[in-house]
Protein backbone atom coordinates (compact mmCIF):
# COMPACT_ATOMS: atom_id res chain seq x y z
CA UNK A 1 0.00 0.00 0.00
CA UNK A 2 1.00 3.84 -0.44
CA UNK A 3 2.17 5.89 2.34
CA UNK A 4 1.64 9.41 1.87
CA UNK A 5 5.09 10.40 2.71
CA UNK A 6 4.80 13.97 2.00
CA UNK A 7 2.18 16.58 2.92
CA UNK A 8 2.10 20.16 2.75
CA UNK A 9 0.66 23.46 1.20
CA UNK A 10 2.07 26.60 -0.26
CA UNK A 11 0.52 29.79 -1.45
CA UNK A 12 1.23 29.74 -5.62
CA UNK A 13 0.94 33.72 -6.50
CA UNK A 14 2.27 33.59 -10.20
CA UNK A 15 4.58 36.21 -9.09
CA UNK A 16 6.43 34.02 -7.53
CA UNK A 17 8.28 33.25 -10.47
CA UNK A 18 7.44 35.91 -12.65
CA UNK A 19 8.77 38.80 -10.35
CA UNK A 20 10.52 36.11 -7.50
CA UNK A 21 13.15 39.25 -6.81
CA UNK A 22 10.15 42.13 -6.14
CA UNK A 23 9.62 40.27 -3.04
CA UNK A 24 11.76 41.92 0.05
CA UNK A 25 15.19 39.59 0.41
CA UNK A 26 14.45 38.34 3.50
CA UNK A 27 10.50 37.68 2.95
CA UNK A 28 11.91 35.89 -0.20
CA UNK A 29 14.37 33.46 1.35
CA UNK A 30 11.56 32.27 4.13
CA UNK A 31 9.09 31.65 1.42
CA UNK A 32 11.27 29.69 -0.34
CA UNK A 33 13.65 28.60 2.12
CA UNK A 34 10.31 26.37 3.08
CA UNK A 35 9.85 25.09 -0.28
CA UNK A 36 14.06 24.11 -0.61
CA UNK A 37 13.47 22.62 2.42
CA UNK A 38 9.89 20.74 1.35
CA UNK A 39 12.06 19.56 -1.95
CA UNK A 40 15.45 18.31 -0.30
CA UNK A 41 12.77 15.94 2.16
CA UNK A 42 11.07 14.98 -1.03
CA UNK A 43 14.49 13.70 -2.15
CA UNK A 44 14.92 12.04 0.90
CA UNK A 45 11.59 10.72 1.38
CA UNK A 46 12.10 8.63 -1.83
CA UNK A 47 8.57 10.40 -3.76
CA UNK A 48 7.68 8.54 -6.57
CA UNK A 49 4.47 10.31 -7.00
CA UNK A 50 2.48 13.57 -6.43
CA UNK A 51 -1.04 14.23 -5.83
CA UNK A 52 -1.35 18.05 -6.16
CA UNK A 53 -4.61 19.79 -5.63
CA UNK A 54 -5.23 24.09 -7.03
CA UNK A 55 -7.78 26.22 -7.95
CA UNK A 56 -9.26 26.33 -11.42
CA UNK A 57 -8.82 29.21 -13.34
CA UNK A 58 -10.89 29.47 -16.15
CA UNK A 59 -8.12 27.31 -17.59
CA UNK A 60 -9.26 24.35 -18.24
CA UNK A 61 -12.99 25.08 -17.92
CA UNK A 62 -15.99 27.50 -18.50
CA UNK A 63 -19.23 28.46 -18.18
CA UNK A 64 -20.82 25.41 -19.99
CA UNK A 65 -19.72 23.42 -17.78
CA UNK A 66 -17.70 24.02 -14.61
CA UNK A 67 -16.87 21.25 -12.08
CA UNK A 68 -16.16 21.36 -8.71
CA UNK A 69 -13.61 18.97 -8.87
CA UNK A 70 -11.65 17.43 -11.93
CA UNK A 71 -8.83 14.65 -11.51
CA UNK A 72 -6.11 14.22 -14.19
CA UNK A 73 -6.46 10.63 -15.15
CA UNK A 74 -3.94 11.42 -18.53
CA UNK A 75 -0.43 9.73 -18.99
CA UNK A 76 0.85 13.22 -19.41
CA UNK A 77 -0.77 17.10 -18.80
CA UNK A 78 0.74 20.55 -20.46
CA UNK A 79 2.02 23.30 -18.68
CA UNK A 80 2.37 26.09 -17.62
CA UNK A 81 -0.26 27.78 -19.89
CA UNK A 82 0.56 30.87 -19.24
CA UNK A 83 3.05 32.66 -21.63
CA UNK A 84 4.99 34.78 -19.36
CA UNK A 85 5.35 32.20 -16.48
CA UNK A 86 8.79 31.69 -16.91
CA UNK A 87 8.90 27.98 -16.11
CA UNK A 88 9.58 25.60 -18.86
CA UNK A 89 6.94 24.74 -21.04
CA UNK A 90 6.57 20.70 -21.10
CA UNK A 91 4.46 18.00 -21.15
CA UNK A 92 4.53 16.68 -17.42
CA UNK A 93 4.45 12.59 -16.62
CA UNK A 94 0.87 12.43 -14.94
CA UNK A 95 0.31 8.62 -13.45
CA UNK A 96 -3.10 6.80 -14.60
CA UNK A 97 -2.55 4.07 -11.87
CA UNK A 98 -3.16 6.03 -8.95
CA UNK A 99 -5.25 8.76 -10.66
CA UNK A 100 -7.85 6.21 -11.95
CA UNK A 101 -7.50 4.26 -8.38
CA UNK A 102 -8.33 8.13 -6.83
CA UNK A 103 -11.22 8.30 -8.88
CA UNK A 104 -12.92 4.99 -8.41
CA UNK A 105 -12.34 5.40 -4.54
CA UNK A 106 -13.71 9.14 -4.10
CA UNK A 107 -16.32 7.82 -6.46
CA UNK A 108 -17.70 4.44 -4.65
CA UNK A 109 -17.30 6.75 -1.29
CA UNK A 110 -19.87 10.10 -2.54
CA UNK A 111 -17.97 11.97 -4.33
CA UNK A 112 -18.66 12.87 -8.27
CA UNK A 113 -15.70 14.10 -9.66
CA UNK A 114 -15.28 15.01 -13.13
CA UNK A 115 -12.14 13.51 -14.74
CA UNK A 116 -10.07 14.42 -17.96
CA UNK A 117 -7.38 12.48 -19.79
CA UNK A 118 -5.85 15.86 -20.58
CA UNK A 119 -5.23 19.06 -18.29
CA UNK A 120 -3.83 22.75 -19.40
CA UNK A 121 -1.76 23.34 -16.00
CA UNK A 122 -1.22 27.10 -14.78
CA UNK A 123 0.40 28.23 -12.67
CA UNK A 124 -1.94 27.63 -9.73
CA UNK A 125 -0.04 24.23 -9.77
CA UNK A 126 3.16 24.79 -12.02
CA UNK A 127 4.60 27.13 -9.51
CA UNK A 128 4.75 24.65 -6.66
CA UNK A 129 5.28 21.46 -8.68
CA UNK A 130 8.17 23.30 -9.65
CA UNK A 131 9.34 24.35 -6.68
CA UNK A 132 9.22 20.61 -5.50
CA UNK A 133 10.87 19.01 -8.84
CA UNK A 134 12.60 21.83 -11.16
CA UNK A 135 13.28 18.48 -13.85
CA UNK A 136 9.39 18.89 -13.45
CA UNK A 137 9.48 14.81 -13.94
CA UNK A 138 7.68 13.53 -10.73
CA UNK A 139 4.47 12.26 -11.84
CA UNK A 140 2.17 14.41 -11.11
CA UNK A 141 -1.73 13.71 -10.78
CA UNK A 142 -3.41 17.06 -10.80
CA UNK A 143 -7.08 18.18 -9.06
CA UNK A 144 -7.98 21.08 -9.92
CA UNK A 145 -10.84 22.37 -7.69
CA UNK A 146 -13.30 25.16 -8.31
CA UNK A 147 -12.48 27.79 -5.48
CA UNK A 148 -13.95 30.61 -8.11
CA UNK A 149 -16.59 30.39 -9.44
CA UNK A 150 -20.10 30.07 -7.73
CA UNK A 151 -21.92 28.42 -6.09
CA UNK A 152 -18.54 26.60 -4.78
CA UNK A 153 -18.39 23.58 -2.49
CA UNK A 154 -18.55 24.42 0.94
CA UNK A 155 -15.19 23.83 2.05
CA UNK A 156 -16.52 21.70 4.82
CA UNK A 157 -17.05 19.19 1.71
CA UNK A 158 -13.77 20.00 0.43
CA UNK A 159 -12.35 18.70 4.06
CA UNK A 160 -14.11 16.04 3.70
CA UNK A 161 -13.20 15.38 0.13
CA UNK A 162 -9.69 15.51 1.17
CA UNK A 163 -9.97 12.44 3.66
CA UNK A 164 -11.19 10.17 0.89
CA UNK A 165 -8.34 11.24 -1.53
CA UNK A 166 -5.93 10.53 1.39
CA UNK A 167 -7.77 6.70 2.26
CA UNK A 168 -7.78 6.51 -1.49
CA UNK A 169 -3.95 7.20 -1.84
CA UNK A 170 -3.79 4.74 1.18
CA UNK A 171 -5.13 1.91 0.03
CA UNK A 172 -3.53 2.21 -3.54
CA UNK A 173 -0.99 -0.61 -4.12
CA UNK A 174 0.72 0.60 -7.27
CA UNK A 175 3.43 2.79 -5.29
CA UNK A 176 4.82 3.06 -1.97
CA UNK A 177 5.76 7.00 -1.76
CA UNK A 178 2.96 9.96 -2.27
CA UNK A 179 3.04 13.20 -2.05
CA UNK A 180 0.20 15.42 -1.69
CA UNK A 181 -0.15 19.04 -1.96
CA UNK A 182 -2.16 21.94 -1.54
CA UNK A 183 -1.40 25.15 -3.98
CA UNK A 184 -3.45 28.49 -2.91
CA UNK A 185 -3.86 30.97 -0.72
CA UNK A 186 -3.73 32.58 1.67
CA UNK A 187 -5.36 36.15 1.30
CA UNK A 188 -5.73 37.94 -1.60
CA UNK A 189 -7.76 39.70 -3.87
CA UNK A 190 -7.87 40.10 -7.45
CA UNK A 191 -9.93 41.68 -10.30
CA UNK A 192 -11.32 43.71 -7.22
CA UNK A 193 -10.58 47.62 -6.49
CA UNK A 194 -9.02 46.18 -3.74
CA UNK A 195 -6.16 44.35 -5.26
CA UNK A 196 -2.88 43.82 -3.80
CA UNK A 197 -4.39 44.38 -0.12
CA UNK A 198 -3.37 41.28 2.19
CA UNK A 199 -5.25 40.27 5.22
CA UNK A 200 -2.69 39.08 7.41
CA UNK A 201 -4.74 38.96 10.65
CA UNK A 202 -6.55 36.50 8.44
CA UNK A 203 -3.28 34.44 7.40
CA UNK A 204 -2.26 34.43 10.71
CA UNK A 205 -5.34 32.95 12.86
CA UNK A 206 -5.91 30.55 9.91
CA UNK A 207 -2.49 28.83 9.89
CA UNK A 208 -2.69 29.02 13.78
CA UNK A 209 -5.71 27.01 13.35
CA UNK A 210 -4.29 24.38 11.29
CA UNK A 211 -1.66 24.71 13.92
CA UNK A 212 -3.62 23.80 16.52
CA UNK A 213 -6.19 21.18 14.46
CA UNK A 214 -9.15 23.64 15.17
CA UNK A 215 -10.44 22.83 12.02
CA UNK A 216 -14.15 22.98 12.87
CA UNK A 217 -13.47 27.08 13.14
CA UNK A 218 -12.51 26.87 9.27
CA UNK A 219 -14.97 24.08 8.24
CA UNK A 220 -18.05 26.27 8.76
CA UNK A 221 -17.16 29.32 7.36
CA UNK A 222 -19.46 30.61 5.11
CA UNK A 223 -18.34 32.41 0.86
CA UNK A 224 -19.46 35.55 2.31
CA UNK A 225 -17.37 35.36 5.28
CA UNK A 226 -14.48 33.98 3.74
CA UNK A 227 -14.31 36.38 1.08
CA UNK A 228 -13.62 39.13 3.51
CA UNK A 229 -9.77 37.74 3.37
CA UNK A 230 -9.95 38.28 -0.31
CA UNK A 231 -12.00 36.53 -3.25
CA UNK A 232 -8.76 34.47 -3.46
CA UNK A 233 -9.38 33.19 -0.08
CA UNK A 234 -11.68 30.62 -1.65
CA UNK A 235 -8.55 28.72 -1.94
CA UNK A 236 -8.33 27.68 1.00
CA UNK A 237 -10.20 24.59 0.03
CA UNK A 238 -7.06 23.22 -1.61
CA UNK A 239 -5.47 23.60 1.98
CA UNK A 240 -8.72 21.72 3.89
CA UNK A 241 -8.74 19.21 1.38
CA UNK A 242 -5.02 18.30 2.55
CA UNK A 243 -5.70 18.40 6.54
CA UNK A 244 -8.54 16.42 5.86
CA UNK A 245 -5.90 13.59 3.65
CA UNK A 246 -4.01 13.40 6.53
CA UNK A 247 -6.33 13.96 9.57
CA UNK A 248 -5.79 13.95 12.24
CA UNK A 249 -2.11 15.34 11.90
CA UNK A 250 -1.70 19.06 12.80
CA UNK A 251 -0.14 21.49 10.10
CA UNK A 252 3.13 23.12 10.92
CA UNK A 253 3.94 26.50 9.19
CA UNK A 254 7.17 26.55 7.72
CA UNK A 255 6.86 30.29 6.43
CA UNK A 256 4.77 33.09 6.19
CA UNK A 257 5.12 36.27 4.38
CA UNK A 258 3.01 38.64 3.50
CA UNK A 259 4.47 39.48 0.14
CA UNK A 260 3.02 42.56 -0.84
CA UNK A 261 4.88 43.11 -4.14
CA UNK A 262 3.32 39.46 -5.02
CA UNK A 263 -0.16 40.72 -3.71
CA UNK A 264 -0.69 37.18 -1.21
CA UNK A 265 -0.44 36.15 2.18
CA UNK A 266 2.46 33.44 1.36
CA UNK A 267 2.69 30.43 3.40
CA UNK A 268 4.24 26.89 3.25
CA UNK A 269 2.77 24.76 5.71
CA UNK A 270 3.82 20.80 6.50
CA UNK A 271 1.68 18.04 7.89
CA UNK A 272 4.23 15.41 9.37
CA UNK A 273 3.22 12.34 8.35
CA UNK A 274 6.13 10.03 9.15
CA UNK A 275 5.71 9.32 12.71
CA UNK A 276 9.02 8.91 13.86
CA UNK A 277 9.64 12.63 12.47
CA UNK A 278 6.97 14.23 14.10
CA UNK A 279 7.73 17.00 16.53
CA UNK A 280 7.10 16.91 20.03
CA UNK A 281 4.52 20.01 19.41
CA UNK A 282 3.05 18.58 16.34
CA UNK A 283 0.34 16.28 17.98
CA UNK A 284 -2.62 15.36 16.41
CA UNK A 285 -5.78 16.79 16.60
CA UNK A 286 -7.20 13.85 18.21
CA UNK A 287 -4.78 14.23 20.61
CA UNK A 288 -5.70 17.92 21.57
CA UNK A 289 -9.11 16.98 22.28
CA UNK A 290 -8.58 14.18 24.82
CA UNK A 291 -6.54 16.86 26.74
CA UNK A 292 -9.52 19.32 25.96
CA UNK A 293 -11.97 16.45 27.03
CA UNK A 294 -9.35 15.95 30.36
CA UNK A 295 -9.40 19.79 31.00
CA UNK A 296 -12.97 19.75 31.49
CA UNK A 297 -13.34 17.28 34.32
CA UNK A 298 -10.85 19.33 36.08
CA UNK B 1 -28.03 41.68 -21.12
CA UNK B 2 -25.71 38.81 -22.61
CA UNK B 3 -23.23 38.36 -19.23
CA UNK B 4 -22.82 34.96 -20.42
CA UNK B 5 -21.51 36.29 -24.47
CA UNK B 6 -19.29 39.06 -22.43
CA UNK B 7 -17.48 35.99 -20.66
CA UNK B 8 -16.93 34.21 -23.85
CA UNK B 9 -15.82 37.15 -25.44
CA UNK B 10 -13.29 37.61 -22.82
CA UNK B 11 -12.60 34.26 -22.17
CA UNK B 12 -11.67 33.20 -25.98
CA UNK B 13 -9.49 36.35 -26.42
CA UNK B 14 -7.49 35.98 -23.35
CA UNK B 15 -7.23 32.62 -24.32
CA UNK B 16 -6.16 33.30 -28.25
CA UNK B 17 -2.69 34.51 -26.93
CA UNK B 18 -1.97 31.18 -24.25
CA UNK B 19 -3.31 28.44 -25.52
CA UNK B 20 -0.45 26.12 -26.86
CA UNK B 21 1.29 28.98 -25.92
CA UNK B 22 4.57 27.03 -26.69
CA UNK B 23 4.08 27.22 -30.66
CA UNK B 24 4.53 30.80 -30.21
CA UNK B 25 1.48 31.82 -31.65
CA UNK B 26 -0.84 34.95 -30.92
CA UNK B 27 -4.76 34.06 -31.90
CA UNK B 28 -5.28 37.52 -30.69
CA UNK B 29 -4.29 39.77 -32.96
CA UNK B 30 -7.14 40.41 -35.35
CA UNK B 31 -9.78 39.09 -33.04
CA UNK B 32 -13.15 38.54 -34.34
CA UNK B 33 -16.04 39.58 -32.16
CA UNK B 34 -19.07 39.96 -34.65
CA UNK B 35 -20.09 36.13 -33.89
CA UNK B 36 -20.81 37.17 -30.27
CA UNK B 37 -24.51 38.78 -29.27
CA UNK B 38 -22.95 41.59 -26.98
CA UNK B 39 -24.92 44.33 -25.85
CA UNK B 40 -23.89 47.96 -26.80
CA UNK B 41 -22.06 48.47 -23.61
CA UNK B 42 -20.22 45.22 -23.38
CA UNK B 43 -18.85 45.88 -27.27
CA UNK B 44 -17.61 49.32 -26.13
CA UNK B 45 -15.64 47.96 -23.21
CA UNK B 46 -14.37 45.33 -25.27
CA UNK B 47 -13.11 47.93 -28.17
CA UNK B 48 -11.85 50.41 -25.78
CA UNK B 49 -10.11 48.25 -22.97
CA UNK B 50 -12.26 49.45 -20.32
CA UNK B 51 -11.68 47.57 -17.82
CA UNK B 52 -13.69 49.94 -15.01
CA UNK B 53 -17.08 48.61 -17.57
CA UNK B 54 -16.08 45.53 -17.75
CA UNK B 55 -15.59 45.67 -13.87
CA UNK B 56 -19.44 47.51 -13.51
CA UNK B 57 -20.81 45.29 -16.33
CA UNK B 58 -20.26 42.19 -13.92
CA UNK B 59 -17.06 40.34 -15.61
CA UNK B 60 -16.03 37.92 -12.92
CA UNK B 61 -13.06 38.93 -11.38
CA UNK B 62 -10.70 36.03 -12.04
CA UNK B 63 -11.36 36.59 -16.09
CA UNK B 64 -11.31 40.09 -14.84
CA UNK B 65 -7.30 40.25 -13.59
CA UNK B 66 -6.77 37.53 -16.49
CA UNK B 67 -7.95 40.51 -19.09
CA UNK B 68 -6.38 42.69 -17.34
CA UNK B 69 -2.85 41.32 -17.60
CA UNK B 70 -2.89 40.32 -21.36
CA UNK B 71 -4.55 43.84 -22.35
CA UNK B 72 -1.46 45.01 -20.77
CA UNK B 73 -2.82 47.00 -17.47
CA UNK B 74 -0.57 46.55 -14.29
CA UNK B 75 -2.21 45.17 -11.09
CA UNK B 76 -1.35 49.13 -9.80
CA UNK B 77 -2.88 50.53 -12.74
CA UNK B 78 -5.93 48.72 -12.74
CA UNK B 79 -6.72 49.24 -9.25
CA UNK B 80 -6.86 52.81 -10.05
CA UNK B 81 -9.55 52.27 -12.33
CA UNK B 82 -11.18 50.19 -9.98
CA UNK B 83 -11.08 52.19 -6.56
CA UNK B 84 -13.69 54.62 -7.09
CA UNK B 85 -15.95 51.41 -7.59
CA UNK B 86 -15.23 50.10 -4.19
CA UNK B 87 -17.12 50.05 -1.25
CA UNK B 88 -16.18 50.03 2.26
CA UNK B 89 -16.53 47.05 4.15
CA UNK B 90 -18.47 46.91 7.13
CA UNK B 91 -18.39 43.47 8.35
CA UNK B 92 -15.68 41.68 10.05
CA UNK B 93 -14.85 37.89 9.76
CA UNK B 94 -14.43 35.71 12.98
CA UNK B 95 -10.57 36.31 13.55
CA UNK B 96 -11.15 40.06 13.78
CA UNK B 97 -13.79 39.78 16.54
Given amino acids: ?298 | MSWYQMHRLVYDWVRAGEVNSGDGGDGRAGFDISGYELTDDERKAFENRDIAAFYNLGLHAVLLNRYARAAGFARDDYRKLLEPFGEKEERKGRWQR
Fill in chain 1, 1 to 298: MAEIVLAYCSSHAPMMSSARMAAPAEQRDNFFGALDHIREEAVARGVEACVVLSNEHYTNFFLENFPQICIGLGEKNWGPTEEWLPIDKVWIPGHPGLANHITQHVLNVGFDPAFSHQLELDHGIMTVYYELDHDMKIPLVPIVQNCAVPPLMPVRRAYEFGRALGDAIRSYTGLQRVAVIGAGGLSHWIGTPRVGDIAEDFDRWFLERLERGELDQLLDMPDSEIELAGNGNHEMRSWLAVAGAVEPIRATKLAYEPVYPWITGMAVAQWETLPDRRPETSATAGAQDTTRREESLT
